[in-house]
C-alpha cells in the first residue's frame, strides 16, 4: 500500500483540510475522546484504507455499538448506525443481509463486542457474514468509568475490580480464529501504517474480517494504574509490540506489561454466509430457488 | 400500492393463525425475517423459512430473540420490510430493542403469540398477560400499535393492516396474537394481490443534503431512507435532534419524545380499529380482544337471551388504546365488562378511559385455557342489576 | 527547501505528544504557547527535515495536524 501522498503547489494554502475531514461530520466536532486516547488514531487509519480501496463511500455503512469507541458511527461522515451495547453485530447482519451491495464495518469496542456482545460475535464469525469487524480494545469499559472488561488483564485495577483483576482475559484473536473468522490481525494505535494497511485488506476480502487494535485509555485504565498518560501508552506499545505474522493465536495472549504480539494470524478463503446460502438453496430448489430481493425497490 | 403477487397465496386455505400470519407477512412485502424458536409462535418462522426461498428474500434464525430484534432493524435500514415472531420469555427480551425501535422511528412488526407466563409459564396453552408489556415493556417513554386477531383470518388482515401501520406511522407495530388463535385451524381466504392494499415504505423525495431523518411532516412523521443512497445519515439511540445527531438536552428531549407518543394519536380516535355491535340499546358493553371476544361474542348472545341488553365492542387495535371510544360509550352505559385472559391488564384502561362515569368489572383468568362463556355471562348479568 | 510541511488546527489539538513523538525526523515540539482549551499545540522546530510523510496526520487522535509533501 502506498501511503497516501498529497501533492500540494509549493507551500500548504493558508486554509488547509485535513484529507480526514471529508470522512467526518465536521458539524459535530469537537469529538469526546479525551486527550491521549487512541480511538481517532485508528479512525485515521480507517480513512486511509477508505482512500486507498477507492471504496464508493455511499456504498460503505459503519455500525457501532455503545461506548467510547460506539461514538464512532456518530462521528463517521457515512451513513452511520449508533446501536444498542453488544447488538451492532447482530444489527449489520440484517443490514448486510437486505443489501448486499454495502460494505458494512461493524466499529466497537472490547467490551461491547466481547463481553455483551460475545455471542452474537462468536455466531457471525461462524456464519462467516460478510463483515468487517474493528475491535478497539482499550482494555476496559471506559465511557461508564474504567470497569473490568473479559480483556483487562490480571492485576489491573479497576473501577470494578478495586483490589484487581483476577478473572483470566479473553485473548480477542484467539476467538475470533476459533469461531471461524476468515481474516484476524492485532494491531495497536503505535502501528499506523500497518493497521491502515489491514483495514484496506479487510475492505476487499469478503467474509468476516476481524481486527484488534489496542488502545490507549490514559483518563481510566493508565490512570488508575499508574501507567502515564497516552503517549506512555504508546511508548509501551512500541517497546513491548513483535510484529509476528501468522503465529498461533493461541500464544497471543495479553498481560499488564508483557509481550504484545501483533500481525496477521489468520487469512483465509471461506465460503461466506450468502455463498452458503445461494450454493444450498440451488442444490435443494434448483429453478425453483428465487434470488433475494430483499431490499424492496417501491416499497 | 398493492401487494407483490410473488407474495401473495391466492386461494381459500384452511390453515391455522400462526401460518396465516406468515402469509399475511409475505403478502404485506415483508423479504426478510430474522427469528428463535419458541412456542407457539415457531410455526410463523418456520412456514417463512420454507416460503421465502421461491418467493425471493432470506430468513435468518439468529442466535437469540436479542440478535433476532435488531437484526430486522438492520434489514429495514437496508431497505426491507421486516419482521420478528415470539411468545412471551422472548418478547421479554426483544423489549430493548423495541425501544430503539421506537426511539428511531424504524418501521417493522414484532409478531407475539401470548402463552402463559409469567417466565417460561405454559408453553404451549394462551394467555393475552402481555399487553400491558407490548406497551411499556421497554423503558422510557415511547408509543407503539398493537393489534389483536381473533382468527386465523385476522391473523392474515391484521398483519397487513400492522405493517401498513407501521410504515404510515414509522413505528414498531406489535401483533398479539394468542395461542389459541395461533393454533387454531379456520378457513382463511387470501384474495389476488391487486386486491390487497400496501401501504409503502414513504421515503424522502429530497436529495441528499437537504434531507432531516427526524424532521417530521405535518403529520409528526418523517419520511425514510435508506443505506447506499448516498444520504449519509446518523440513526441513534441517543435522543437526537431532527438531523439524527446526538442532542441530550432538556428541549430537544421534549420536543422529540413527545413526537413519538402525538404521532401516534389518531389511533386513540378516529383511526382506532375495534368491531362494535349491538351497542344502539347496550346498558352493559364487553369489551373483549383475541380470543377471548370469541368466547365473550357467545356470552353476549347467551345474555341477550336472558334479557340483558349486551353490547359487544371487540378491540383490534388495543394500543393506543381507543380511549375516546370508551369515553363516549361510558357516559351512556351502566357498565363495562372486561374479559381477559390476564389478571387484569386492558381492564385498566377501560377504567380510566371511563372515568368513572360506568361501573367497570373485569373478568380475569390466569390463562391456560380460554374463558367458560357462563362466566362472562354472570358478570355481564350482575353489572346489568 | 523542505519535501514536506504540516499544518496544524491549533484550536482541536489536546496536547497528547504524540505527534511530537513519533514523527521520525523530530520536526515537532510542544509549544509553551496555549490554545483556548489550556493545551500545548505543538509547533515545527526542524522545517527543514518535514518530509511530508503525514505520519503525524495518522496519529492525531483530534484530526488536529497533518503534514503534505511540497510539489516540487
Not at chain 1, 471504496?55 to 448506525?81: E, M, Q
Not at chain 2, 418467493?55 to 436479542?66: A, K, P, R
Request: hydrophobic share 40%.
Amino acid at each position: 500500500m502506498n501511503p497516501s501522498t498529497l501533492e500540494i503547489p509549493c507551500e500548504i494554502p493558508a486554509e488547509p483540510q485535513n484529507p480526514v475531514e471529508p470522512f467526518l461530520r465536521m458539524d459535530r466536532m469537537p469529538h469526546i475522546w479525551c486527550p491521549g486516547c487512541g480511538i481517532g488514531t485508528t479512525v485515521n487509519c480507517f480513512t486511509r484504507a477508505l482512500l486507498d480501496s477507492k471504496a464508493n463511500l455511499d456504498k460503505v455503512a459503519v455500525v457501532s455499538g455503545i461506548g467510547c469507541t460506539g461514538r464512532v458511527a456518530g462521528y463517521a461522515n457515512l451513513d452511520s448506525f449508533h446501536t444498542t451495547h453488544g447488538r451492532a453485530i447482530p444489527f449489520a447482519t440484517g443490514l448486510k443481509l437486505a443489501n448486499p451491495e454495502l460494505q458494512v464495518v461493524v466499529y466497537s469496542g472490547d467490551g461491547d463486542l466481547f463481553a455483551i456482545g460475545g455471542n452474537h460475535f462468536i455466531h457471525a464469525a461462524r456464519r462467516n457474514m460478510d463483515l468487517k469487524v474493528i475491535c478497539v480494545n482499550n482494555l476496559t469499559y471506559a465511557m461508564t468509568g474504567g470497569q473490568t472488561a473479559p480483556t483487562t488483564p490480571a492485576e489491573i485495577i479497576s473501577a470494578t475490580s478495586p483490589y484487581g483483576v483476577f478473572e483470566p482475559a479473553f485473548n480477542l484473536v484467539q476467538l475470533a480464529d476459533a469461531a471461524g473468522a476468515a481474516y484476524v490481525a492485532r494491531w495497536t494505535t503505535y502501528h499506523v501504517k500497518q493497521l491502515a494497511r489491514s483495514m484496506g485488506e479487510i475492505l476487499n476480502k469478503k467474509g468476516f474480517c476481524f481486527i484488534e487494535v489496542l488502545s490507549p485509555c490514559p483518563t481510566l485504565y493508565q490512570r488508575r494504574n499508574k501507567m502515564g498518560d497516552g503517549l506512555d501508552a504508546m511508548k509501551f506499545y512500541k517497546q513491548a509490540s513483535k510484529v509476528r505474522h501468522g503465529a498461533p493465536t493461541g500464544e497471543c495472549g495479553l498481560t499488564k506489561a508483557g509481550e504484545i504480539v501483533v500481525g496477521k494470524f489468520v487469512d483465509r478463503d471461506r465460503p461466506d454466509y450468502f455463498e452458503l446460502l445461494r450454493s444450498q438453496m440451488t442444490a435443494s430448489l434448483g429453478e425453483r430457488y428465487a434470488e433475494p430481493e430483499v431490499m424492496c425497490s417501491e416499497c | 400500492m398493492h401487494a407483490d403477487p410473488k407474495g401473495v397465496l391466492t386461494g381459500v386455505h384452511f390453515i391455522d393463525g400462526d401460518h396465516a400470519c406468515c402469509e399475511g407477512t409475505l403478502a404485506a412485502g415483508a423479504r426478510f425475517a430474522a427469528g428463535y424458536p419458541i412456542t407457539p409462535s415457531t410455526e410463523v418462522v418456520e412456514r417463512f423459512a420454507s416460503r421465502i426461498p421461491t418467493v425471493g428474500g432470506i430468513f435468518i434464525q439468529m442466535e437469540d430473540e436479542l440478535a433476532a430484534s435488531i437484526a430486522i432493524q438492520g434489514a429495514v435500514w437496508g431497505g426491507a420490510k421486516a419482521f420478528t415472531v415470539t411468545s412471551g420469555p422472548g418478547f421479554s427480551l426483544m423489549m430493548e430493542h423495541i425501544g430503539y425501535a421506537a426511539m428511531t422511528e424504524t418501521p417493522c412488526v414484532f409478531v407475539n403469540v401470548q402463552r402463559g407466563g409469567p417466565s417460561t409459564g405454559l408453553p404451549t396453552l394462551p394467555a393475552q398477560a402481555d399487553m400491558m408489556q407490548a406497551r411499556w415493556g421497554s423503558h422510557g417513554d415511547y408509543g407503539i400499535i398493537a393489534l389483536c386477531p381473533n382468527s386465523p383470518q385476522e391473523c392474515f388482515d391484521l398483519t397487513i393492516t400492522g405493517f401498513n401501520l407501521s410504515e404510515e406511522f414509522r413505528v414498531p407495530v406489535m401483533l398479539m396474537l394468542d395461542e389459541c388463535v395461533g393454533h387454531m385451524t379456520e378457513k382463511v381466504v387470501i384474495p389476488e394481490a391487486d386486491r390487497i392494499a400496501v401501504t409503502p415504505r414513504r421515503y424522502t423525495q429530497r436529495v441528499p443534503g437537504d434531507f432531516r431523518l427526524f424532521e417530521p411532516r405535518a403529520d409528526l412523521v418523517p419520511d425514510m431512507v435508506r443505506a447506499g443512497e448516498g444520504y449519509r445519515f446518523h440513526v441513534t439511540g441517543l435522543t437526537h435532534d431532527e438531523r439524527g445527531y446526538p442532542s441530550m438536552n432538556v428541549d430537544t428531549q421534549d420536543r422529540s419524545v413527545r413526537r413519538l407518543l402525538d404521532k401516534l394519536k389518531p389511533l386513540s380516535d378516529s383511526r382506532a380499529i375495534f368491531e362494535a355491535e349491538n351497542l344502539d340499546d347496550a346498558e352493559v358493553v364487553v369489551v373483549s380482544y383475541g380470543i377471548t371476544s370469541r368466547v365473550a361474542q357467545r356470552a353476549i348472545q347467551l345474555a341477550r337471551a336472558r334479557g340483558v341488553r349486551a353490547g359487544k365492542f371487540r378491540i383490534i387495535s388495543a394500543w393506543p388504546f381507543p380511549e375516546r371510544h370508551i369515553r363516549d360509550l361510558a357516559g351512556r352505559v351502566k357498565a363495562f365488562v372486561v374479559p381477559e385472559l390476564n389478571l387484569g391488564q386492558m381492564v385498566h384502561e377501560v377504567a380510566r378511559a371511563a372515568e368513572g362515569k360506568a361501573k367497570v368489572i373485569p373478568v380475569s383468568h390466569a390463562g391456560g385455557s380460554v374463558h367458560n362463556p357462563e362466566a362472562i355471562v354472570k358478570a355481564i348479568v350482575e353489572a346489568a342489576r | 527547501m523542505a519535501k514536506g510541511a504540516v499544518a496544524v488546527t491549533v484550536e482541536r489539538c489536546k496536547g497528547c505528544g504524540f505527534c511530537v513523538e513519533f514523527c521520525p525526523t523530530h520536526v515537532l515540539a510542544l509549544s509553551s504557547a496555549f490554545n483556548s482549551k489550556g493545551y500545548h499545540p505543538p509547533h515545527v522546530v526542524a522545517a527543514e527535515k518535514c518530509s511530508g510523510c503525514d505520519l503525524c496526520g495518522m496519529y492525531c487522535p483530534d484530526f488536529a495536524i497533518f503534514g503534505a509533501r511540497n510539489a516540487r
